[in-house]
């Protein structure tokens, strides 16, 4: 790969953390184009929203480092951003994950509206998805709707809104179509209890097969 392809994705010195050690040579803070830090340095300053929420982020990032969970960072946000009105986007799968979150978050005065990735119940083939990719194909299966999800959020004006299980893609289109800002609380992996990184911290071990160029083949 030239020098010129390389970017933060191949560098394992993250020199731009702390400025102890050097840039690579490939650098995107020492080759971004001139003016364009300070540019974008200027949106925190220009717009009230970002700046607060960039502050509030890095003020619960430096006050609870390595001891609030990320429940408890979520908690700490919605409080110290002074959201009324908090919507959750959850999988229907993960229903009583959410139903502890909401009695979690109700426990520190925070109510959630949430609503599941089936509301609306409308059936997966509406959108052309073949009956036999259906889990069980003959029977009703409804469609995820994320953009329904994100449609009963904004109309209920929800200020923020948290994530739960959402599949890869339907949570593409959640965060795509909600008013809210959004944040994860739990990223969906079916395989390995919703910790997504292990296949990563796996991936010299059990999980190789991650480092050549097959992906699973489909169960039909
Ligand atoms: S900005 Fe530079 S130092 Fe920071 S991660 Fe990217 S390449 Fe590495």
Partial sequence: MSDSHLNCSNCT??????????????????NAKEGVVEKVTKRY???????????TSANIEGSYY?????????LL???????????????????????LFAKIAKAKGIDIYGVACKVG????????????????PGQHESMCNPILQAELLNEE???????????????????????????Y???KDRVLCHNPAAALYGAGGYYRRL??????APSK
């Fill in 13 to 30: 010195v993250g020199n731009c953390a702390h400025l102890k050690k050097s840039f690579p040579e490939f650098c995107l803070t020492t």
């Fill in 66 to 74: 390595g001891r609030a969970t990320r429940v408890e960072e979520t």
């Fill in 45 to 55: 300053i220009r717009s009230s929203t970002d700046r607060k929420i960039a502050l």
């Fill in 185 to 187: 609380l739990i990223v």
């Fill in 211 to 216: 480092m050549t160029p097959d992906l699973p």
């Fill in 157 to 183: 004006k929800t200020e923020f809104n948290i994530i739960i299980g959402l599949c890869v893609g339907h949570d593409s289109l959640f965060i795509r179509h909600s008013k809210a800002p959004v944040t």
């Fill in 121 to 136: 119940a409308v059936d997966k083939t509406v959108i052309g998805l073949d009956e036999s990719l259906k889990l069980s």
């Fill in 77 to 99: 946000f919605i409080r110290d951003m002074g959201y009324k009105k908090v919507g959750v986007a959850t999988c229907v799968g993960l229903l009583s994950e959410c139903n």
